[in-house]
């Protein structure tokens, strides 16, 4: 498991208030507009009292930051881990805010977790924790209110609970309070794919701006998750040799290539690498430093910090994950003139659907997977060109050009809607 932070660099949500003081600055905003935006608007600490299977009871702590809400409900998923603590849910929460503003979809940003771990607790003893986190949040959360979704250790299955005891409690029928649901509940072709395919569509167009050819570039993938191993099928689709994946305990690597089939069945049967026979075993460091075109981060925070980022040999890094690169890394990789896509805009494939599942939900009316498909392309290529635009306008990184997208909407709208005090 990840270890807790151990110096600023390593706290996300100082990560996060580093590229906004920059983007910020760059931007040239009021100083009450940059004292509203670095702030969550509003947090919440619940304890989640829940009788576990041996008839003992067990308090767990649940978190939920909204913020902002200038351009929309809150959106934001929930994390289920042990590591889960404030300040990554508030980083978490901003990130939320400038990524659906980046993509351009009506949502403000949010975040939730509770501390516990998932694979040490029964299905059941997750269900009572999701039920009893869902009734103290309820008088914050409803689909004008903030929308939560699946995130590390949650699923379609515990957003079902949600979704039914949040409408149980509301004696309607709510599906729009959460997203990343199971299909038959109001759930959403494609999204399941959507970060992984959105990590492939905005690496398709940098290969493209770049002059590369995907065919011959090779990829390296942290993370076997739900946006690792859809990354590294998504790229395979447009022809990347993917020679490394890795899961938190290990990775396998090839150089010509592994095959993402047998690991996908594999994945799919135990959840895990561990057991597969094939390619040479890398610890997730030495993943991080091979030799490939492609470097996907797709696992957790703070995994590219200024101990590794000179060693990074990749041309271009997509982060599938939210935060994986330390702001001291930022620097480094700079230097180094690797082309970086940053996580507000690579990973934003999952809210852009999850945004069309809250919208086909109170329609009451859905989409095939091709009209999501084609949707989210629009979206994602959009956002591709107006980061790499206001990186040229302003001769910065793609990633203070993608904050500097995002507060820019966001500080727009809030000084559209006036101050109220
Ligand atoms: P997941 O739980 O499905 O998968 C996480 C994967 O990372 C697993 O293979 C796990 O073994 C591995 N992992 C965990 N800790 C690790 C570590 N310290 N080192 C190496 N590997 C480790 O989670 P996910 O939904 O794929 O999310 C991964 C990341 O992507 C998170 O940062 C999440 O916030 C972000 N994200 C997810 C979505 C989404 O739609 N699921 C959308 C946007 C961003």
């Not at 942290?222 to 447009?238: D, Y």
């Not at 909407?409 to 809030?414: D, E, G, L, M, P």
Request: glycine share 10%; hydrophobic share 40%; net charge neutral.
């Amino acid at each position: 498991m990840n270890p807790k932070p151990v110096s600023a660099e390593e706290n996300p949500f100082e990560a996060m208030h580093a590229r906004f003081d920059l983007a910020a600055g760059k931007l040239g905003l009021e100083p009450g507009l940059y004292q509203i935006l670095r702030k969550p608007d509003r947090e919440i600490t619940v304890a989640l009292p829940v009788v576990m299977d041996d008839g003992s009871i067990q308090v767990f702590t649940g978190y939920r930051v909204q913020h902002s809400l200038a351009r929309g409900p809150a959106k934001g998923g929930i994390r289920y881990a042990p590591t889960v603590d404030l300040d990554e849910v508030r980083a978490l929460a901003a990130w939320m805010t400038w990524k659906c503003a980046v993509v351009n979809v009506p949502f403000g940003g949010g975040k939730g977790g509770i501390i516990c771990d998932p694979f040490k607790l029964s299905r059941g003893e997750i269900e009572k924790i999701t039920r009893r986190y869902v009734s103290r949040i309820m008088d914050i959360i409803g689909p004008d209110r903030d929308i939560p979704a699946p995130d590390m250790g949650t699923d379609g299955q515990v957003m079902a609970w949600f979704m039914d005891t949040y409408s149980t409690h509301e004696r309607m029928h709510l599906p729009a309070v959460v997203t990343g649901k199971p299909i038959g509940l109001g759930g959403s072709h494609g999204r399941i794919e959507a970060t992984g395919r959105g990590v492939m569509i905005v690496t398709r167009e940098a290969l493209k701006h770049l002059g590369m050819n995907a065919t011959q570039c090779t990829a390296a993938v942290q993370g076997a998750g739900n946006v690792g191993l859809i990354s590294a099928l998504q790229l395979a689709g447009i022809g990347v040799k993917v020679v490394a994946i890795s899961d938190i305990h290990g990775g396998l690597y090839n150089p010509r290539g592994l095959d993402l089939t047998k690991i996908s069945a594999h994945l799919q049967k135990t959840r895990k690498l561990d057991g597969l026979d094939i390619g040479e075993k890398v610890t997730n460091a030495q993943l991080l430093e091979l030799p490939v075109d492609i470097l996907v981060p797709a696992a957790t925070e703070n995994v590219i910090t200024s101990r590794n980022a000179g060693n990074i040999k990749a041309r271009i890094i997509t982060e599938g994950a939210n935060g994986p690169c330390t702001a001291n890394a930022d620097k480094i990789l700079d230097q180094k003139g690797i082309f970086v896509i940053p996580d507000i805009l690579a990973n934003a494939g999952g809210v852009t659907v999850s945004y069309f599942e809250w919208v086909q939900d109170r329609m009451a009316f859905f989409w095939t997977q091709k009209e999501v498909e084609d949707r989210m392309e629009i979206i994602m290529c959009e956002a591709f060109n107006a980061v790499v635009d206001m990186g040229r306008r302003f001769q910065v990184s793609n990633r203070i050009a993608a904050y500097m997208l995002g507060v820019d909407r966001v500080a727009s709208v809030t000084r559209m809607r006036g101050m109220y005090g």
